[in-house]
């Protein structure tokens, strides 16, 4: 098998503005042709050397030798017909696949980025858990999502970033937070860190170093259940860190940062959500300063179970609300185009079952 050019070339979308600088010194390029790539790629969104007009021809040759902008290929674009969501199946040059959104919504353009090909944390509602780890992204792989995402807004920005799409964030955390940093970075992509969403599934030693990096980027914390028993079975990780672990960590991280936490917690009927289920959540988080998201459960194959009624989710939310506990709902947008995480993947690498005739009931 022949191995790709590409993959024998250095992805600049690996290095930060600063490293990539010290790539071309180190090569003998002159530093300056660095920033003006910077400002191609993050300013104008242009990643072919070919078409950077201000750089001399000898050099353009050079580059497309020696280096790569790897924003991988558009192997599917979905948009949905309720909210112009735009997903994408971006296809890397391993033939490894990961989703990502674009959500227009007002004057934000959020975009949702995966962090892993698949997830090894086996969630039973999820379908990246359920169809299971390949590797972790580069950091110029997470980077190329937002790049690609960003092509599909109509202003050409991004005002927002949440880590929600495949994969475990914390479990490729060198490769995240690099990502963040770029995110961050004013010659690149310029997001404050208040508007990086990072969500995890609750890896507590994880939490506990992102206290440390004294950066101001929202938590979120995928809950879905108030105690032990029901969150292990809808999340194995939990036999892991427990419960009472989870929170002791989600306490320290409000206490050093001075933020809140953001607790997802998802909705599925006859498992999580009756009115018992929502007075022992409000009591889990009663001394926990946060806010609660609930998602009504995007339902797949493996797991039939349905989302509650229009009025059990508001019933479920007014507990929280009386108790202090501020809770909003996130109807998951794009439902047509199969929007809950790693089920885009999943169907072009064409092992997707078809959904059951009949659904579990309570
Ligand atoms: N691994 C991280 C981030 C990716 S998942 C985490 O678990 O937090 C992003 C969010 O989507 C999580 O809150 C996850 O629990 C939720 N999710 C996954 N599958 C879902 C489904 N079928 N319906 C509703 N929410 C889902
Ligand atoms: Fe992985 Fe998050 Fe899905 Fe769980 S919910 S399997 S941690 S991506």
């Not at 780890?133 to 949440?162: M, W």
């Not at 259940?225 to 292990?232: I, K, M, Q, Y």
């Not at 809950?340 to 169907?347: H, W």
Request: proline fraction near 5%; aromatic fraction near 8%; glycine fraction near 6%.
């Amino acid at each position: 098998m022949t191995t790709p050019a590409s993959a024998t070339r250095i992805n600049l979308l690996d290095y930060d503005p600063t490293a990539m600088r010290e790539l071309f010194g180190e090569r003998g390029i002159e530093k300056y042709r660095a920033d003006q790539i910077t400002e191609w790629i993050y300013r104008r969104g242009e990643y072919v050397f070919g078409k950077m007009n201000n750089l001399p021809a000898d050099l353009r040759a050079r580059l497309v030798s020696e280096f790569t902008i790897d924003v991988g290929e558009i192997a599917q674009r979905s948009v949905s017909k309720d909210d112009k969501s735009v997903k994408l199946l971006i296809k890397f040059n391993d033939g490894e696949l990961v989703e990502t959104v674009m959500i227009p919504r007002k004057e934000r353009r959020t975009v949702c980025v995966s962090s892993q090909v698949g997830c090894k944390f086996g969630c039973v509602f999820c379908a990246s858990g359920q169809a299971g780890f390949a590797r972790d992204l580069k950091t110029g792989e997470i980077v190329a999502q937002v790049l690609r995402a960003r092509d599909e807004s109509d202003t050409k920005d991004v005002s927002h970033i949440v880590f929600m799409g495949m994969g475990e964030p914390f479990d490729n955390y060198g490769e995240v937070l690099a990502a963040i940093r770029r995110l961050n970075d004013p010659k690149a992509f310029e997001i404050g860190a208040r508007k990086i969403t990072v969500s995890t599934s609750g890896l507590v030693p994880k939490i506990e170093s992102f206290c440390e990096k004294g950066m101001q980027i929202e938590l979120s914390v995928s809950l879905h259940g108030a105690n032990d028993e029901v969150r292990s079975k809808l999340m194995p990780i939990n036999r892991k860190y427990p419960v009472h672990d989870l929170m002791q960590a989600c306490k320290e991280y409000v206490d050093k940062t001075g933020r809140i936490v953001t607790f997802e917690y998802l909705l599925a009927k006859g498992l999580n959500a009756s009115i018992s289920d929502a007075k022992e959540l409000a009591m889990l988080l009663r001394t926990v300063h946060c806010k609660v998201n609930l998602i009504p459960l995007n339902p797949i194959p493996e797991f039939p179970y349905e989302r509650p009624t229009y009025p059990e989710i508001l019933a479920f939310q007014d507990v929280l609300v009386r108790n202090e506990i501020p809770a909003t709902v996130r109807f998951s947008r794009g439902n047509e185009i199969n929007a809950a995480c790693g089920q885009l993947r999943r169907m072009a690498k064409g092992s997707t079952t078809p959904m059951p005739s009949r659904k579990k009931s309570a």
